[in-house]
């Protein structure tokens, strides 16, 4: 009972018992005033000490001991008013249970709510206006706002605030229990982020932002649910991956995003080596308009290429990817060409004209659900396409050419898997036969990929939902596009040939997880605003990715991101006659025998979704019905 006594909030919960008692009295001094011959009230009655019982427990029920007093807010106002208002009918109500009539208790009815409102309401603000000007918290105008993180990029951004204006910035919250109750440029470190909720409602913030550019992946997870469950609006700073990347400043206050949630700490590259390694060398990219090969033209132009061939069969693709170039790039010498790499003569144009020192071979169709019922273009775009540059630049002198696969070649289970696996055994064993070096670099999911699940997540929530997810356990590996490509341009520098190298994805994230945080970071709540379904597992589809197949023992490198698988060797003249038999297949529309080709080279395939589906059987059929 005393420990309760010595409580802070038992000073304010003793003042508004005072508070209710001069309310009352005063309410039933009016009331005898007004009305002769009414019967004063004592202080000491019955009535007096049901009123205080009543009030009280009225104030504890709206939760008018929540706040502080030097936050107090319109919000606390408003609380005042429901529990004066509630607590001056229920008096009313249990004197008319009693004997008293309406009309003796009019004046009460009326005047107690309104004075009990004024004895509490304006203590609070003349102690919160005190309060702040002795804390030197600012009062003027603009969005009221707390900033999430103390430190440099805390306090530079107090200063940008200032200057830039529309911004009441009210305070500063840190999990560094030294920095609370220390000043940032003369304002108050609050508290810690755990608080924000509490202070939210007191200090009515419309705004909070994260300057804490250096927090990973689960220290933004942890700070973004702290401002939804605060409800309130929440933007960040750039991260310090962004400021690696591209041009930006402390200032540019952003929306918070799902890779700054998924993205990990900024990837730190040997970029003396990299910058060695591509400088003054004439580059090719395949499918240079897609996610990646876009991404690696951003990258290398920075690197003072001698020029940049940036190939693609999209028309929009290349289009854009052109005009970026020109816009951001102007000293940059490229040139975009439309082509179809699986057609021969493109490949051998392109490579004899060009000459190239190194290509990067990032053409290649992903999207499985399609391709696991188009077999025939998948083979050709994934391994015809990769066949036709790989002899091309082993005919043409190429140094290196760098193959990038997935993780969906580890134990395939779907066609697309499968043809990239076979493209990554192509490149290996033409090392051993060439003065090319060979390189494959391996990841999992790029988030914002086009195609990816990400972009589908967002149209779906801009449509209401709901939102489908195929199992409520399934997982992938993620990566955001520039990380990726980051470490693929590492990954080219650090290897000799025949090289396998994969990337470290770190833990893998449940796409349940996924599509909650994207619905929540759209101003959503999930299974309330937007819906979550789950549709089942699609043909070929596996519940968790592999980066590493159990005969490939893998090593680290000298890039602790970066990590070598040891390749299983293939029979170099059975691997020639299987992909010279599957072009002829190809040629014939013959997806029965592509198929066989691909169980035959890679046997995971078969054990994972044999026999061949009948969908795909049809399709054979009716082409040989058609011939």
């Not at 090392?431 to 990929?449: C, K, M, P």
Request: proline share 4%; with cysteine; charged share 20%.
């Amino acid at each position: 009972m005393m420990h309760w006594l010595r409580h802070p909030r038992a000073a304010v919960v003793g003042h508004d018992l005072v508070m209710v008692l001069i309310a009352w009295l005063s309410a039933s001094w009016l009331q005898n005033q007004i009305l002769a011959g009414s019967s004063a009230i004592s202080i000491f009655s019955i009535e007096t000490i049901l009123v205080l019982s009543m009030q009280g427990l009225m104030f504890w029920y709206i939760g008018l001991y929540r706040g502080l007093w030097r936050f107090a807010s319109f919000l606390d106002l408003w609380s005042i008013i429901k529990a004066s208002t509630l607590g001056g009918l229920i008096v009313a109500l249990g004197f008319l249970l009693g004997s008293a009539s309406l009309a003796s208790m009019s004046v009460i009815l009326i005047a107690y709510p309104l004075i009990l409102f004024l004895v509490l309401g304006i203590p609070r603000m003349l102690y919160r206006i005190w309060k702040d000007k002795h804390m030197g918290i600012n009062t003027s105008g603009g969005k009221r706002t707390l900033i999430i993180g103390a430190g440099h990029s805390g306090a530079l951004l107090v200063r940008e605030l200032r200057h830039r204006g529309g911004f009441n910035v009210l305070g500063l919250l840190d999990d560094k229990r030294k920095l609370v109750g220390a000043r940032i440029h003369g304002l108050p470190v609050l508290g810690e982020i755990s608080q924000l909720e509490s202070l939210c409602q007191s200090l009515n913030v419309e705004l909070a932002i994260i300057a804490i550019p250096s927090a990973s992946n689960q220290q933004m997870q942890r700070i973004v649910e702290v401002c939804e469950d605060a409800e309130v609006k929440f933007m960040t700073l750039p991260t310090l991956q962004d400021f690696g990347n591209k041009a930006v400043r402390i200032d540019e206050i952003k929306p918070v995003i799902i890779d700054d949630l998924l993205g990990r700490e900024p990837v730190m590259l040997n970029w003396e080596s990299i910058r060695s390694g591509l400088s003054n060398k004439r580059v090719l990219i395949t499918g240079g308009g897609g996610s990646i090969g876009a991404e690696l033209c951003r990258q290398i132009a920075h690197l003072n290429p001698v020029e940049l061939i940036v190939v693609d069969q999209s028309e929009f693709n290349l289009y854009q990817i052109e005009k970026e170039l020109s816009n951001d790039y102007q000293d940059l010498v490229y040139a975009c060409v439309l082509g179809d790499i699986c057609d021969s003569a493109t490949a051998e144009k392109i490579v004899s004209e060009y000459r190239p020192d190194m290509i990067f071979h990032a053409a290649a169709y992903k999207h499985l659900p399609i391709l696991q019922n188009q077999i025939r273009e998948a083979y050709r775009n994934n391994v015809i396409g990769t066949i036709r540059m790989s002899q091309a630049a082993d005919r043409h002198g190429v140094g290196t050419f760098v193959l990038i696969s997935t993780d969906k070649a580890v134990n395939p289970s779907n066609i697309m898997g499968a043809t990239k696996r076979v493209a990554e055994i192509y490149c290996q064993n033409m090392d051993a036969h060439s003065d090319t070096r060979f390189i494959t670099v391996r990841f999992g999911n790029v988030l914002n990929s086009n195609g990816s699940v990400v972009p589908l997540f967002n149209d779906q929530i801009r449509k209401g939902g709901p939102v489908t997810v195929t199992h409520p356990e399934i997982s992938r590996y993620f990566m955001t596009i520039s990380e990726a490509s980051q470490l693929i341009l590492q990954a080219a520098v650090l290897g000799k040939g025949s090289e396998i190298f994969v990337l470290d994805m770190g833990d893998p994230v449940k796409i349940s997880y996924l599509a909650e945080q994207l619905i929540r970071l759209a101003g959503k709540e999930p299974g309330k605003d937007i819906q979550i379904i789950y549709t089942g597992l699609r043909p070929g589809e596996k519940l968790f990715e592999e980066l590493f197949h159990e005969h490939e023992p893998y090593k680290k490198t000298s890039h602790e991101k970066i990590f070598l698988a040891r390749h299983r060797k293939t029979a170099w003249p059975e691997l020639q006659e299987a992909l010279r038999g599957s072009e002829i297949a190809v040629k014939r529309y013959d997806t029965q025998s592509i198929y066989n080709t691909l169980v035959m080279l890679v046997p995971e395939l078969d054990r994972a979704s044999s026999p061949m589906s009948e969908k795909v059987v049809s399709i054979n059929r009716s082409q040989q019905a058609i011939k």
